[in-house]
């Protein structure tokens, strides 16, 4: 019965994403254009990536806020042991990675060692990560990386842009998990019921640290992309980005109690938002009213989900 | 400590509060059949039955709870088709539950009185006159020291349920429902608890007392009635009855017949723990566990029992002592190394602890071997459904199929689907915790002879029950916990109602100190 | 009796001294008001400028919506719910301020709208959360979407200009005391007296403390929560009154990270992000020594853009130490 909702909201969600495009096609002749979609799929891989791992986070009943921070954080790493310290390009990056992971890796000890609620521990560490962030980096940005580098951002590998290559890696690779080995189950069954999960001996704990160092990763991977994107690395870079992944992920089907979820409405949300931003400010609409329009978008949904989440279950 | 002399029952009193024909289902499932029961003013009208025999639902349809499906409640002059909270409040009815309703951040003095606090214009509370009311309530139970200004947080079980009782006072109740009072009090604080509701019947207030606990009920109550699978058995004077009736009306037959029990063929031993000890939940627990044996043990509620199994679950790992397996020590330091090492735990918290319930019943049995239906990390969702499909059958779980999710299904089938989980896992010891806790008779029965073939099949089962008969009918030995140590080790030919019950109560305790 | 018992032991409170009993109720605050002191004693032996009147009406009045602010977010913890989009609130109600200021209504108009408006959004917040049965923290979110994508997108972050002077509350002074320094004070210890003392400031910590219970003991617990939204916005809006004339102009945005310092300062201020406890003094105290620590790194040299690190390390310490008192003292 619970496969058969998700089906449904799933299906709804396809067919928005349909009415959306069908419309916006109306509303502009250069919105289905190879170009256009292109472009849209590298302005929508940060947050995808972020959203992807997110969708785990969200499904365990957790909530990573500091995902944001994380961004900004490993964009100064990366700048700052590249240009300051010297370090070859290709090791700034690596230990960009490793920088995010392990702050993630921190969120889940905090999680789970102290059981700290996930919505207070990464409320601490946004602005600890930010903290850091800016305390390194003194508002100074790193410019001049090497023309090598922007191949991940501004490039196109078999005519497709380099990190929607990437996108589409971690995509897959996160619905197969999600959906059929072990892993996802625990992440399931940790939503639904943790006390239970503890007692069937699944490790809940390392499955918890794995999927918040996991989240880190994806933020960190997430900013050595938008480095590459934009060609200079800032302190604030990523602030915000936590509400999209997460609207995304809610959008996409996600309980935010947990235990129901899937990759694939995360997939949907986020092509759905990404068509409204681009739809609508091609049709002439500014920016910043489609964040209006996301944010009412975001409550409407839950408070329909929940609606007929609550009809089912009572 | 005598007991007040009372009114004969059968004057004609207007009772305080009284059901006729109530029922109520959940589910489908009938757990109210057609009950008639009253409380008369200055009486405690004790309340028994086996657990699932629906004493619960009764006092919550009292209290407002649960809406009756039907029959009638007359609250003094108004008569009522269901009782709201607030009729409950406004007719002077008021519950002290297990689980207490209490604030923990605030101070007693607030607990008692929040809600309905004195004030003093403007909104503003009096203090004073709120902490003075709160000592009167609280002195008037004999509770002295009990300091009003106190964080209730910080206080024991006995002294929450006190300020529960003040509250109850405070809002001028005239019928106090206690649910299994003294189920985790200890004997000086059940006997404290047994003065103070001797002092309410004496003021005129009407008691529902629901216990589990014969000796108490002899002293305390004036009137008994028994429920059985939802059915009204009967309602008796206390004279009119003895301890022998009163379990022949609630269990209803043959305690033979009831625990189909093959003969046992115990072998080696698998498991032997020495000294055991966790923190200050139990101390000194020293005993073996042989394949082929069903060991039970008893204890009242909060003697350690459930935290035994615990720890050698590896839920909370031992401070102190060892647990040898087929001869090797071993320490277990997670329920997932006690998985690993052959130790299976049917919990007691079904919901909480056993099931994931919006799952489906295949998802639920491969959840403690998933490495068995998974080649790597993936999962072979054939096999698991093929392998759901037999545990259903062996079970006899009434279900649909493997992908009916298990929320849907009745209590004694979700006990099957636990069981079921952990046989996945072939365990070579098996703890189960109250495993018909919440059962309807039927299920019960299977459950027993499903126990006593897997103990013939070589199983280890160690088995805690709240149930004496349960105990004496399934057990092969019997261990006695109280107060957090092993009391006695009783074998099967020596295990009657007095041998295990003085034992559970510390009379052996007090014997071997 | 022979045999050891586990439970038997009563909880024997003898008469204990009145300031035992304060350092017990009001820990969290005595602890945030010695840090205040030694903070402020360490750094001006270092440096004796800190203690200069001017760096003190900085740190304090320029702070003091900060503190204005977290008294109505305490609130609102205290009940178990968050609110993340109080700094994108504040920014809006700055604008319209502003706005009227600028069009030439009476400055008492511009002074008050914000807190009528603030409080109507917010309680469309809570309703939400009450009745819609929401997280919080998920409404919250798309409400802070919903306002700060509407006013860049209203305003388009244009500067308000030529406000006029009588609009300008924030840099009067009373009796010698900037205005925003009376407000903080005054607020907090209404509120705080209000909590303390009426039945519905106690139903807030019920309502946190355990809602079913709550529930049971005959408190409307989906319309406290509106309008505890509802004080809470109300707050808001006279933190924007100190804000929005603090300055001669009002940039039109959502100031960054407000919410998070005003988050911040309930949770370090003593107000348990789990519910049901804490104090709205705790929560101004804590407002105090963040600015005080800002300033203070200035002043022995520490870049400030090390602050928020240190801010978001105290958070995690004082949310660490929470956790360490709640499972010592209600261990079951």
Known sequence: MTAKKLIRHETILALLVIVALFVLDRQSDRFFTVDNLFNQGRLMTEVGLIALIMTFVIVTGGIDLSVGSIVGMTAIVLGVFWKNLGLPLPLAILLALAVGTFAGFVNGIIITRFRVPALIATLGTLALYRGIAEGISQARSVRGYPEWFFVLGQGSVLGVPTQLWILGLVALLSAVALAYTTWGRTTYAIGSNEVAARFSGLGVDATKIAIYAASGFAAALAAVIFVSRVSTTRSDMGTGLELDAITAVVLGGTSIFGGRGTVVGTILGLILIQALKNGLSLAGVKSDGTVVLIGAVLILTILVSNLFHRDANR | MTPPVMPPVTSPVTPLVSLAGVSKSFAGVRVLKDVDFDVLPGEVHALLGENGAGKSTLIKVIAGVHAPDGGTITIGERELAAVTPRDAVEGGIATVYQELLLFPELSVAENVFLGHAPTRGLGRLDWTQMRRRARQLLDSLDSHDLDVDAKVGTLSVANRQRVEIAKALSQNARVLIMDEPTAALADADVRRLMDVVRRLRARGVGIVYVSHKLPEIFELADRVTVLRDGALIGTKPIAEVTEQSLVAMMVGREIDHLFPKPEPAIRETVLKVEGLACGDRFRDVSFELRRGEILGMAGLVGSGRTEVALTIFGITPATAGTIELEGRPVAITSPRHACDLGIAYVPEDRGLQGLVRPMTIAQNVSMASLRKVATGIFIRFADEALRAAASIKQLGTRARGPDQVVGQLSGGNQQKVVLGKWLETNPRILIMDEPTRGIDVGAKSEIHALMGRLAQEGMAILMISSELPEVLGMSDRVLVMHAGRLVAAIDRADANPESVGAAMAGAAAQEAA | ?332
């Open chain 3, 1 to 332: 009796m022979a045999a050891p018992d586990l439970h038997a032991a009563p909880d024997f409170h003898p008469k204990r001294s009145l300031a035992a009993r304060i350092v017990s109720a009001y820990g969290q605050e005595i602890v945030i008001a010695a840090a205040i002191v030694a903070l402020f004693v360490v750094v001006s032996t270092i440096n004796p400028r800190f203690l200069g009147t001017n760096n003190l009406n900085t740190i304090i009045a320029g702070n003091a919506y900060i503190a204005v602010a977290a008294i109505g977010m305490s609130m609102v913890i205290i009940t178990g719910q968050i609110d993340v989009s109080v700094g994108a609130l504040i920014g809006v109600l700055a604008t319209i301020s502003g706005n009227l200021a600028v069009s030439g209504a009476p400055v008492w108009i511009a002074w008050i709208a914000p807190v009528f408006i603030g409080a109507a959004i917010s309680g469309v917040t809570g309703a939400l959360v009450a009745y819609g049965r929401l997280p919080s923290i998920v409404v919250t979110l798309g409400m802070l979407s919903i306002l700060k994508g509407g006013l860049v997108s209203v305003t388009g972050g244009a500067w308000i200009n030529h406000l006029p002077p009588a609009f300008q509350l924030a840099q009067q002074r009373w009796l010698g005391l900037p205005v925003p320094i009376w407000f903080m004070v005054a607020l907090t210890l209404l509120a705080f007296l209000w909590m303390r003392n009426t039945a519905f400031g106690r139903s807030l910590y019920a309502i946190g403390g355990n809602p079913e219970a709550a529930r049971a003991a005959g408190i409307p617990v989906e319309r406290r929560i509106v309008q505890t939204f509802m004080i809470h916005g109300a707050f808001a809006g006279i933190a924007t009154m100190i804000f929005a004339t603090q300055l001669r102009v009002i940039q039109s945005t959502v100031p960054p990270n407000l919410e998070l310092t005003i988050i911040t300062a309930s949770v370090i201020g003593g107000v348990s992000i789990l519910g049901g406890t804490g104090t709205v003094i705790g929560s101004t105290l804590a407002a105090i020594l963040f600015a005080a620590i800002g300033s203070a790194m200035i002043f022995v040299n520490v870049s400030a853009y090390w602050l928020r690190a240190v801010i978001g390390f105290l958070i995690l310490v004082t949310v660490l130490v929470d956790m360490a008192r709640r499972n010592r003292e209600f261990r079951q």
